[in-house]
């Protein structure tokens, strides 16, 4: 027997378990709640582990495809889409049919969708299999959550409430670091394959321990002291409880996207450092709802759940504006904690709003997929318009906090006044602290009423336009027309893109070559122009060892052994027909020590012949200044998070190059060694001469693919070739022991 009902009679429905029951059915019923609750944990786990693997690769593999931001959003917001439109509909039919069916239909579907890549290894398959992927997800996880509201009672309701939200963050944290694995040789049939196996345990767990009939519609007779707590919210405060959840996974869903790229611009540059600080709010609400779910319960559950969100609202608005990493820990330990606090206690809060247990679970699911939908495309818009993601933190942070006001008001409605007036206030104070938001738009610069900021990603990092033009409309346009050079550049010129330029040569290799495009033919030329200017050194070739992931932690022996497949010189270029060709099979280019500038160049093509008068075109540390203001460039320090000195430039490129971006650090001869991405040909092994180099061009294509050379070089024999075949060009070295060189031509610096 079930306290949910098994084929529920007509007029009947089942209660909680009542304190008159005998000590042996009570045990009975006890034991088969674990067993039912157990499958539910265990296969909703399951499952969120596999799709939190597929949800962290396929970002990835746009990228590595190059098929554009468009694709990227789109699978994304498919995704949660899906689950926004199912999951009410999933709750309701287990209300009608029952829990069973609906989730052992969807895990099997988890089951066989992926093996439709295989079939259909296309990308706009993928789309339609993430998007049906999304179905499945938001099929499960409302209907499970429904059964455990169906079969909790009492005070150990916000507990197993907690203990299965702990769970889900721990699919949450694992379902990436599994993807990563899976991912690491850039192939996502693993990824697929190991998303088919978790969704069987998922199907077998719901099959075999999920008994036939179990209904999710139940009558309760509360016990009191939960019926206090509730202040009357149970049946009457659903809306105001669902207004503070999607507030809340709308600030989850940013800080997923946009914590990362705060981190990176902020303080780190290593992504293993920018991974385990990102993972930090997650981590402590993983640990915190497993370890205290249930014994940290007010008597107001409402207030307790608005106090939670609260919490973790503040924390992520100060995040902001965080000065020190440790703060920056600080409060993302603070969003965590706040959703310790508050998840269990709203999901009991919902559990008890209605009999339906299905169709409320199903609401607060669609509530939180379209916050996960919404969120992120709002905080896009702003962070486009801003070029801040702190400001992105500090508006979510407001939203999140005014959007569970009114649960609080309503919570504390017996004790002050009715409900009405309740809803009312609570209403006119989210009003007021969203109104705020408005006040927090960054200011223009006093003199710089003509500059206009604009943002995206690209080339695996953030690019920024600022532009002085003769008014908003001018430069939005041209802007927006910048963005689309920049990203069909970097999809023509990504080795990675199997149908770019690039990886159709490297496609080719051994064999008769292929046509490229005309941009990316002039880029070859230049970069082999560059390998002849400085014998060797800047060698596009190096792609051989470079296009395998993580090449710079592997064996050296890895590297050394395809030091013949690495000389530009061999690299035959036919001009009447376009066509590049690489004579050995194993030999591959790579142009990313030159194509960033490249791209840099293009965009300021476009924004000058579409009315831009002056700017900066900025994308990871490289710059163009153009136009006849003079610019004032900050130079990175190596080792400090702060800057080493500024310079003034006027139609320059200005691009750097370090061991700091890419890098490992292991122990050779007792010592530690820093392995980075730039690796010297002469040795096969990562430069040494210096550990930092900026370099201020002609055009922003010159400067990359110097930078880069400088840094290999050093600063005795990289002033020889500057004088001898770059006249024009000047560059500023920082040593191993941090002290600093300069050629003669680099403008004035200021520490």
Same mark, same amino acid.
């Given at each position: 027997?079930?306290?949910?009902?098994?084929?529920?009679?007509?007029?009947?429905?089942?209660?909680?378990?009542?304190?008159?029951?005998?000590?042996?059915?009570?045990?009975?019923?006890?034991?088969?709640?674990?067993?039912?609750?157990?499958?539910?944990?265990?296969?909703?786990?399951?499952?969120?582990?596999?799709?939190?693997?597929?949800?962290?690769?396929?970002?990835?593999?746009?990228?590595?495809?190059?098929?554009?931001?468009?694709?990227?959003?789109?699978?994304?917001?498919?995704?949660?889409?899906?689950?926004?439109?199912?999951?009410?509909?999933?709750?309701?039919?287990?209300?009608?049919?029952?829990?069973?069916?609906?989730?052992?239909?969807?895990?099997?579907?988890?089951?066989?969708?992926?093996?439709?890549?295989?079939?259909?290894?296309?990308?706009?398959?993928?789309?339609?299999?993430?998007?049906?992927?999304?179905?499945?997800g938001g099929l499960i996880r409302p209907v499970s959550m429904a059964v455990i509201g169906a079969l909790g009672h009492g005070d150990s309701m916000a507990r197993t409430f907690g203990h299965h939200a702990a769970l889900m963050n721990a699919a949450f944290f694992l379902g990436p670091i599994a993807g990563g694995i899976l991912y690491f040789q850039r192939s996502f049939s693993p990824v697929m394959i190991f998303l088919c196996l978790t969704m069987a345990v998922a199907a077998a767990l719901f099959f075999w321990l999920v008994p036939e009939g179990l209904i999710t519609h139940v009558q309760r007779s509360m016990d009191k002291p939960v019926a206090e707590a509730s202040n009357?919210?149970?049946?009457?405060?659903?809306?105001?409880?669902?207004?503070?959840?999607?507030?809340?996974?709308?600030?989850?869903?940013?800080?997923?996207?946009?914590?990362?790229?705060?981190?990176?611009?902020?303080?780190?540059?290593?992504?293993?450092?920018? &991974?385990? !600080?990102? #993972? /930090? =709010?997650?981590?402590?609400?993983? %640990?915190? +709802?497993?370890?205290?779910?249930?014994?940290? $319960? @007010?008597?107001?559950?409402?207030?307790?759940?608005?106090?939670?969100?609260?919490?973790?609202?503040?924390?992520?608005?100060?995040?902001?504006?965080?000065?020190?990493?440790?703060?920056?820990?600080?409060?993302?330990?603070?969003?965590?904690? &706040?959703? !310790?606090? #508050? /998840? =269990?206690?709203?999901?009991?809060? %919902?559990? +008890?709003?209605?009999?339906?247990?299905?169709? $409320? @679970?199903?609401?607060?699911?669609?509530?939180?997929?379209?916050?996960?939908?919404?969120?992120?495309?709002?905080?896009?818009?702003?962070?486009?318009?801003?070029?801040?993601?702190?400001?992105?933190?500090?508006?979510?942070?407001?939203?999140?906090?005014?959007?569970?006001?009114?649960?609080?008001?309503?919570?504390?409605?017996?004790?002050?006044?009715?409900?009405?007036?309740?809803?009312?206030?609570?209403?006119?104070?989210?009003?007021?602290?969203?109104?705020?938001?408005?006040?927090?738009?960054?200011?223009?610069?006093?003199?710089?009423?003509?500059?206009?900021?604009?943002?995206?990603?690209?080339?695996?990092?953030?690019?920024?336009?600022?532009?002085?033009?003769?008014?908003?409309?001018?430069?939005?346009?041209?802007?927006?027309?910048?963005?689309?050079?920049?990203?069909?550049?970097?999809?023509?010129?990504?080795?990675?893109?199997?149908?770019?330029?690039?990886?159709?040569?490297?496609?080719?290799?051994?064999?008769?070559?292929?046509?490229?495009?005309?941009?990316?033919?002039?880029?070859?030329?230049?970069?082999?122009?560059?390998?002849?200017?400085?014998?060797?050194?800047?060698?596009?070739?190096?792609?051989?060892?470079?296009?395998?992931?993580?090449?710079?932690?592997?064996?050296?022996?890895?590297a050394e052994a395809k030091r013949e497949l690495i000389d530009y010189r061999l690299v035959r270029m036919d001009p009447a027909s376009r066509t590049v060709m690489l004579p050995k099979s194993g030999m591959a280019i790579d142009v990313g020590g030159i194509a960033k500038g490249a791209v840099i160049d293009g965009a300021v093509e476009v924004l000058r012949n579409n009315g831009v008068t002056a700017g900066i075109v900025e994308a990871g540390g490289d710059f163009y200044c153009f136009g006849e203001r003079l610019w004032t460039v900050g130079i990175r320090h190596p080792r400090q998070d702060r800057l080493l000195g500024h310079i003034q430039v006027r139609e320059k490129g200005?691009?750097?190059?370090?061991?700091?971006?890419?890098?490992?650090?292991?122990?050779?001869?007792?010592?530690?060694?820093?392995?980075?991405?730039?690796?010297?040909?002469?040795?096969?092994?990562?430069?040494?001469?210096?550990?930092?180099?900026?370099?201020?061009?002609?055009?922003?294509?010159?400067?990359?693919?110097?930078?880069?050379?400088?840094?290999?070089?050093?600063?005795?024999?990289?002033?020889?070739?500057?004088?001898?075949?770059?006249?024009?060009?000047?560059?500023?070295?920082?040593?191993?022991?941090?002290?600093?060189?300069?050629?003669?031509?680099?403008?004035?610096?200021?520490?």
């Amino acid at each position: 027997m079930f306290p949910a009902c098994m084929k529920r009679p007509a007029s009947s429905s089942c209660a909680v378990l009542r304190r008159t029951e005998s000590l042996e059915n009570r045990m009975d019923r006890m034991g088969s709640r674990r067993r039912v609750v157990t499958a539910i944990m265990g296969g909703g786990f399951a499952s969120s582990l596999g799709l939190g693997a597929l949800s962290f690769v396929l970002p990835l593999f746009g990228v590595d495809a190059s098929l554009g931001d468009i694709w990227i959003g789109s699978a994304f917001s498919g995704y949660f889409l899906a689950r926004l439109v199912l999951a009410p509909l999933a709750g309701m039919w287990a209300d009608r049919f029952g829990a069973r069916p609906v989730l052992v239909w969807a895990s099997l579907s988890g089951v066989l969708l992926p093996l439709l890549f295989f079939l259909f290894p296309d990308p706009a398959w993928l789309l339609l299999i993430q998007f049906l992927l999304g179905i499945s997800g938001g099929l499960i996880r409302p209907v499970s959550m429904a059964v455990i509201g169906a079969l909790g009672h009492g005070d150990s309701m916000a507990r197993t409430f907690g203990h299965h939200a702990a769970l889900m963050n721990a699919a949450f944290f694992l379902g990436p670091i599994a993807g990563g694995i899976l991912y690491f040789q850039r192939s996502f049939s693993p990824v697929m394959i190991f998303l088919c196996l978790t969704m069987a345990v998922a199907a077998a767990l719901f099959f075999w321990l999920v008994p036939e009939g179990l209904i999710t519609h139940v009558q309760r007779s509360m016990d009191k002291p939960v019926a206090e707590a509730s202040n009357g919210i149970a049946g009457t405060g659903l809306f105001e409880l669902l207004l503070a959840i999607g507030g809340r996974t709308a600030g989850v869903a940013v800080l997923l996207a946009f914590l990362p790229i705060l981190l990176a611009r902020n303080f780190f540059e290593n992504p293993l450092a920018v &991974g385990l !600080v990102t #993972s /930090v =709010p997650s981590l402590v609400a993983c %640990a915190g +709802l497993g370890l205290f779910s249930g014994r940290f $319960v @007010f008597g107001n559950r409402g207030v307790q759940a608005s106090l939670g969100m609260f919490v973790s609202a503040a924390c992520m608005f100060f995040m902001g504006d965080s000065p020190e990493i440790w703060l920056f820990v600080a409060l993302g330990a603070g969003v965590g904690i &706040g959703r !310790v606090v #508050s /998840v =269990p206690v709203s999901m009991e809060l %919902a559990a +008890l709003s209605g009999a339906a247990q299905g169709k $409320v @679970f199903g609401l607060a699911n669609g509530v939180a997929s379209a916050g996960f939908v919404l969120g992120p495309l709002l905080a896009g818009f702003l962070a486009a318009k801003t070029v801040d993601p702190g400001y992105v933190f500090r508006v979510f942070g407001l939203v999140g906090a005014a959007l569970c006001l009114p649960l609080a008001a309503v919570s504390l409605t017996p004790k002050i006044y009715s409900r009405k007036v309740g809803l009312g206030v609570g209403g006119m104070l989210m009003i007021a602290l969203l109104g705020t938001g408005l006040l927090l738009q960054p200011e223009t610069p006093e003199g710089q009423e003509n500059l206009y900021t604009y943002g995206g990603a690209a080339m695996g990092t953030m690019f920024h336009l600022t532009l002085e033009a003769p008014s908003e409309a001018v430069a939005d346009s041209a802007a927006e027309k910048a963005r689309e050079v920049i990203a069909a550049l970097q999809r023509d010129y990504d080795f990675r893109n199997r149908h770019g330029s690039i990886g159709r040569i490297n496609l080719h290799a051994g064999g008769r070559g292929a046509r490229v495009s005309a941009r990316a033919y002039a880029l070859l030329q230049h970069a082999l122009d560059m390998g002849e200017k400085t014998n060797g050194i800047f060698d596009v070739t190096i792609g051989a060892v470079t296009v395998t992931p993580l090449y710079f932690a592997r064996s050296e022996a890895v590297a050394e052994a395809k030091r013949e497949l690495i000389d530009y010189r061999l690299v035959r270029m036919d001009p009447a027909s376009r066509t590049v060709m690489l004579p050995k099979s194993g030999m591959a280019i790579d142009v990313g020590g030159i194509a960033k500038g490249a791209v840099i160049d293009g965009a300021v093509e476009v924004l000058r012949n579409n009315g831009v008068t002056a700017g900066i075109v900025e994308a990871g540390g490289d710059f163009y200044c153009f136009g006849e203001r003079l610019w004032t460039v900050g130079i990175r320090h190596p080792r400090q998070d702060r800057l080493l000195g500024h310079i003034q430039v006027r139609e320059k490129g200005v691009c750097g190059s370090g061991d700091y971006y890419q890098y490992v650090v292991d122990v050779h001869n007792g010592r530690p060694r820093r392995r980075h991405h730039i690796l010297d040909i002469a040795t096969m092994r990562s430069a040494t001469r210096s550990v930092g180099v900026t370099v201020v061009a002609e055009s922003a294509e010159r400067a990359d693919a110097l930078a880069t050379t400088m840094l290999i070089a050093g600063p005795d024999l990289g002033r020889s070739l500057l004088r001898k075949n770059f006249p024009h060009a000047s560059a500023l070295w920082v040593l191993p022991d941090l002290s600093i060189q300069v050629s003669k031509e680099f403008p004035a610096f200021e520490r």
